[in-house]
């Protein structure tokens, strides 16, 4: 990730709760990579109290591909695209949600880019 | 005569509809509005009567009118009209021993040909296994990618030769990308714990873009499995249930094959000029129609009991028998309207879910009856309203009446009526004689061809399909109309809609769901259209004109529901363009549309000829 090419790469951002538990993103990078989109991870500060939408929009904002995932400390997961309104992301996975809906979030955000549809 | 107020009922299968007018002295008539009301009860029954007279107050209250200074009203001479539908699968696709998986997931994962016995991986780094032969790794649920990729991993370096690998889980691409050595990986198998073990098996993934080239051809499948040319010719259907893919795995079993099986699906005896004959229905829509005009015209149509035809037929005589009181043995099945479809349906002994399209005959059948109770439902009108009314005239008649004052249209004028059972056409001759028929298959019928090729649960999508163009949702902001034009949106369109073939109706895009692009569901709606009312616009046409001439008639004026749709009138005008036929959608008064015909040539018959 230090290589400057490919910080540059066009990839779904990830932007993770440093508080986030780990297999979360896990599963989220798992989601993007079956359907062959790259994913970069940005981890946000423990200082920074924000929920899984604001999380996914400045993530979707720093994507090259416009499309961001954030994932609060919770473990609540939130899929965004940079031109939707920042308070109505695409796709929010529930607070039980588990791994399975884990590994869907990084789906629905790679199908986003690659415009395949994103409802079950 | 003074002049007087009188209000055109017609009732018709789904709406009733009515047309106050006023008659002056002279005969002349002012028309000054209509209405239009669901039918209550069957077309032709007593129950018609609330309705019937919902709709003449309703037209009365627009006018700004009191039932007290109305003359009379007048009904329609209507005879119900009972139709049904019904579909019998005859073919099926059977998969014995596990012999082949064909699903074709969405992303499987690396590419090239893996030829191998079949091997659990749990097995794999066992003791006393046969190192020699290429192995085809078989993962159950429960194992994650990272284990999987570290299991193959590490027997590769062991030395077996791992050549290919079929997966339960949604994860080929994430294993191959950990893989050392690249090898074709078949994911989402779903039955995975069937594929039989120790087997010799193929696995073949071609490139993103690119379908299977060995697999799907039966002397690749000769070569890879080495067989003789009698076992070639067995395995040829399993190369035919692959052609297409882009990923598939084939299992050479002793005895186990891919099967097309025909289902026997009964007998139809068609009675009519004097003879009986009989068509089984697998024979298709061709043979069912061409032995159905060979009997024209048709006396009874009866089915053999047990098959879904036999049961529907059954149904629409019980049905009749109930509405008129009629014995059963006195009603009669005029008319059937056969078509071949194509529907998916699941494979059996499937392995992942397998969908194969089978073929199937759709039958639309139809009864009419001499026996009309409409005295009945204008007695019931003329006591609740307080006025007088009566039978005013015969709906063939009438229809063609009122589509004469359709702008641009004069005798000798054909009407077909578009309705949702039967397709209905009359012919009013130049010297002013009618003909009437009623033909089987109509509006729903083309809801039911829809909902079945496309795999449509939901009978309110299907019939959504049918009813509005199609769209194709491209971005958050953005979607292409079916035309190809692209519109632009203020707000974001909602997730549920994101990628998706959807339906531009009325109230917003509602998607369809299918895997199907947006040209293929197209294909589908217009087809169905195009075999059930350009077929039935001829078949019916033939019967009212003279000698069965098409060239003889001048203007054709369609009308009913399913002529306000978008393009059925169209392929209709294109389909009767070589006769020299002058068609298009009426507009009765100039005004209604192709509303209302019956009901106004009530009031115009009423005005020739004041009862």
Same mark, same amino acid.
């Not at chain 2, 004052?405 to 009526?417: K, M």
């Not at chain 2, 003909?435 to 509006?443: D, I, M, P, Q, R």
């Not at chain 2, 203020?490 to 109706?505: K, Q, S, Y």
């Not at chain 2, 392929?571 to 106004?600: F, K, Q, W, Y």
């Given at each position: 990730?230090?290589?400057?090419?490919?910080?540059?790469?066009?990839?779904?951002?990830?932007?993770?709760?440093?508080?986030?538990?780990?297999?979360?993103?896990?599963?989220?990078?798992?989601?993007?990579?079956?359907?062959?989109?790259?994913?970069?991870?940005?981890?946000?500060?423990?200082?920074?109290?924000?929920?899984?939408?604001?999380?996914?929009?400045?993530?979707?904002?720093?994507?090259?591909?416009?499309?961001?995932?954030?994932?609060?400390?919770?473990?609540?997961?939130?899929?965004?695209?940079?031109?939707?309104?920042?308070?109505?992301?695409?796709?929010?996975?529930?607070?039980?949600?588990?791994?399975?809906?884990?590994?869907?979030?990084?789906?629905?955000?790679?199908?986003?880019?690659?415009?395949?549809?994103?409802?079950? | 005569?003074?002049?007087?107020?009188?209000?055109?009922?017609?009732?018709?299968?789904?709406?009733?509809?009515?047309?106050?007018?006023?008659?002056?002295?002279?005969?002349?008539?002012?028309?000054?509005?209509?209405?239009?009301?669901?039918?209550?009860?069957?077309?032709?029954?007593?129950?018609?009567?609330?309705?019937?007279?919902?709709?003449?107050?309703?037209?009365?209250?627009?006018?700004?009118?009191?039932?007290?200074?109305?003359?009379?009203?007048?009904?329609?001479?209507?005879?119900?009209?009972?139709?049904?539908?019904?579909?019998?699968?005859?073919?099926?696709?059977?998969?014995?021993?596990?012999?082949?998986?064909?699903?074709?997931?969405?992303?499987?994962?690396?590419?090239?040909?893996?030829?191998?016995?079949?091997?659990?991986?749990?097995?794999?780094?066992?003791?006393?296994?046969?190192?020699?032969?290429?192995?085809?790794?078989?993962?159950?649920?429960?194992?994650?990618?990272?284990?999987?990729?570290? %299991? #193959?991993?590490?027997? /590769?370096?062991? $030395?077996? !030769?791992?050549?290919?690998?079929? *997966? =339960?889980?949604?994860?080929? @691409?994430?294993?191959?990308?950990?893989?050392?050595?690249?090898?074709?990986?078949?994911?989402?198998?779903?039955?995975?714990?069937?594929?039989?073990?120790?087997?010799?098996?193929?696995?073949?993934?071609?490139?993103?873009?690119?379908?299977?080239?060995?697999?799907?051809?039966?002397?690749?499948?000769?070569?890879?499995?080495?067989?003789?040319?009698?076992?070639?010719?067995?395995?040829?259907?399993?190369?035919?249930?692959?052609?297409?893919?882009?990923?598939?795995?084939?299992?050479?079993?002793?005895?186990?094959?891919?099967?097309?099986?025909?289902?026997?699906?009964?007998?139809?005896?068609?009675?009519?000029?004097?003879? %009986? #004959?009989?068509?089984? /229905?697998?024979? $298709?829509? !061709?043979?069912?129609?061409?032995? *159905? =005009?060979?009997?024209?015209? @048709?006396?009874?149509?009866?089915?053999?009991?047990?098959?879904?035809?036999?049961?529907?037929?059954?149904?629409?005589?019980?049905?009749?028998?109930?509405?008129?009181?009629?014995?059963?043995?006195?009603?009669?099945?005029?008319?059937?309207?056969?078509?071949?479809?194509?529907?998916?349906?699941?494979?059996?002994?499937?392995?992942?879910?397998?969908?194969?399209?089978?073929?199937?005959?759709?039958?639309?059948?139809?009864?009419?009856?001499?026996?009309?109770?409409?005295?009945?439902?204008?007695?019931?009108?003329?006591?609740?309203?307080?006025?007088?009314?009566?039978?005013?005239?015969?709906?063939?008649?009438?229809?063609?009446?009122?589509?004469?004052?359709?702008?641009?249209?004069?005798?000798?004028?054909?009407?077909?009526?578009?309705?949702?059972?039967?397709?209905?056409?009359?012919?009013?001759?130049?010297?002013?004689?009618?003909?009437?028929?009623?033909?089987?298959?109509?509006?729903?019928?083309?809801?039911?061809?829809?909902?079945?090729?496309?795999?449509?649960?939901?009978?309110?999508?299907?019939?959504?399909?049918?009813?509005?163009?199609?769209?194709?949702?491209?971005?958050?902001?953005?979607?292409?109309?079916?035309?190809?034009?692209?519109?632009?949106?203020?707000?974001?369109?909602?997730?549920?809609?994101?990628?998706?073939?959807?339906?531009?109706?009325?109230?917003?895009?509602?998607?369809?769901?299918?895997?199907?692009?947006?040209?293929?569901?197209?294909?589908?709606?217009?087809?169905?259209?195009?075999?059930?009312?350009?077929?039935?616009?001829?078949?019916?046409?033939?019967?009212?004109?003279?000698?069965?001439?098409?060239?003889?008639?001048?203007?054709?004026?369609?009308?009913?529901?399913?002529?306000?749709?978008?393009?059925?009138?169209?392929?209709?005008?294109?389909?009767?363009?070589?006769?020299?036929?002058?068609?298009?959608?009426?507009?009765?008064?100039?005004?209604?549309?192709?509303?209302?015909?019956?009901?106004?040539?009530?009031?115009?018959?009423?005005?020739?000829?004041?009862?």
């Amino acid at each position: 990730m230090s290589d400057r090419r490919e910080a540059e790469r066009p990839s779904v951002v990830i932007g993770r709760h440093i508080d986030a538990f780990p297999g979360v993103l896990r599963e989220v990078c798992a989601g993007a990579e079956e359907e062959g989109v790259p994913t970069r991870v940005e981890p946000a500060g423990d200082r920074e109290v924000r929920d899984a939408a604001a999380l996914a929009h400045s993530a979707a904002l720093a994507s090259g591909l416009e499309v961001g995932v954030g994932i609060d400390a919770g473990g609540i997961i939130a899929v965004h695209h940079a031109k939707l309104p920042p308070g109505a992301p695409a796709h929010v996975t529930s607070p039980g949600a588990g791994p399975p809906d884990w590994r869907r979030a990084g789906q629905v955000a790679a199908r986003i880019v690659t415009g395949l549809p994103i409802a079950p | 005569m003074d002049t007087r107020l009188v209000v055109g009922v017609d009732v018709g299968n789904s709406t009733t509809e009515a047309c106050l007018a006023r008659v002056g002295p002279d005969g002349a008539v002012t028309y000054l509005g209509t209405a239009l009301k669901h039918t209550t009860g069957v077309k032709g029954t007593p129950e018609n009567a609330d309705g019937a007279v919902a709709a003449v107050r309703e037209v009365l209250a627009r006018a700004g009118a009191t039932v007290g200074e109305l003359h009379t009203v007048l009904l329609n001479e209507a005879t119900p009209v009972i139709s049904g539908l019904a579909m019998e699968t005859i073919t099926e696709t059977i998969i014995t021993e596990s012999t082949m998986i064909g699903h074709n997931p969405a992303t499987p994962g690396g590419e090239g040909l893996g030829v191998g016995v079949t091997v659990p991986i749990g097995e794999l780094l066992g003791d006393g296994r046969d190192s020699e032969r290429p192995v085809i790794v078989v993962v159950p649920h429960g194992w994650d990618f990272d284990d999987v990729a570290a %299991t #193959l991993n590490s027997a /590769v370096r062991d $030395g077996v !030769d791992v050549v290919a690998a079929v *997966l =339960a889980g949604d994860d080929a @691409v994430l294993v191959t990308n950990r893989l050392e050595k690249r090898i074709p990986v078949v994911d989402e198998v779903a039955a995975v714990e069937k594929v039989p073990v120790g087997m010799l098996a193929a696995v073949e993934v071609a490139p993103p873009g690119r379908t299977i080239r060995t697999l799907s051809n039966s002397y690749g499948l000769a070569t890879v499995f080495a067989l003789d040319p009698a076992q070639t010719r067995q395995v040829s259907p399993v190369a035919r249930a692959l052609t297409g893919n882009r990923s598939a795995v084939v299992i050479r079993t002793p005895t186990g094959d891919v099967t097309d099986r025909l289902i026997p699906a009964g007998v139809l005896e068609l009675r009519g000029a004097g003879k %009986t #004959l009989r068509v089984e /229905v697998d024979a $298709g829509a !061709d043979a069912i129609m061409d032995t *159905l =005009a060979r009997a024209q015209p @048709v006396d009874d149509v009866h089915g053999e009991p047990g098959t879904h035809v036999g049961g529907m037929l059954a149904q629409v005589r019980d049905t009749m028998t109930d509405v008129t009181g009629q014995p059963a043995s006195e009603i009669a099945i005029h008319d059937v309207l056969a078509v071949d479809t194509i529907v998916p349906a699941e494979v059996r002994g499937g392995l992942a879910g397998e969908v194969a399209l089978e073929h199937a005959v759709a039958l639309a059948a139809m009864v009419s009856t001499d026996r009309s109770r409409m005295q009945a439902v204008a007695d019931q009108v003329a006591a609740e309203l307080g006025s007088s009314a009566g039978v005013g005239g015969v709906e063939g008649a009438m229809a063609v009446r009122g589509a004469l004052t359709t702008p641009g249209v004069d005798r000798p004028v054909a009407v077909i009526d578009l309705g949702g059972g039967s397709t209905d056409a009359a012919l009013l001759s130049a010297s002013g004689e009618t003909t009437a028929v009623h033909v089987a298959g109509a509006g729903e019928l083309v809801t039911k061809l829809i909902a079945s090729e496309l795999a449509l649960d939901d009978r309110e999508v299907a019939e959504n399909v049918k009813r509005y163009p199609l769209g194709k949702v491209e971005s958050f902001y953005h979607l292409r109309h079916e035309d190809g034009t692209v519109e632009f949106v203020d707000e974001p369109l909602p997730p549920h809609v994101f990628a998706r073939v959807v339906v531009m109706t009325p109230d917003g895009l509602v998607p369809v769901p299918t895997r199907h692009t947006l040209d293929a569901v197209r294909r589908v709606r217009r087809e169905a259209k195009r075999r059930v009312f350009c077929v039935n616009a001829v078949r019916a046409l033939r019967q009212v004109a003279p000698q069965g001439n098409l060239r003889a008639l001048d203007f054709v004026v369609l009308l009913g529901g399913s002529a306000l749709d978008f393009e059925i009138p169209d392929m209709i005008a294109d389909a009767l363009a070589p006769h020299g036929i002058v068609c298009g959608t009426g507009n009765i008064h100039g005004s209604e549309g192709p509303r209302n015909a019956v009901a106004s040539g009530l009031v115009d018959a009423y005005a020739e000829e004041p009862g």
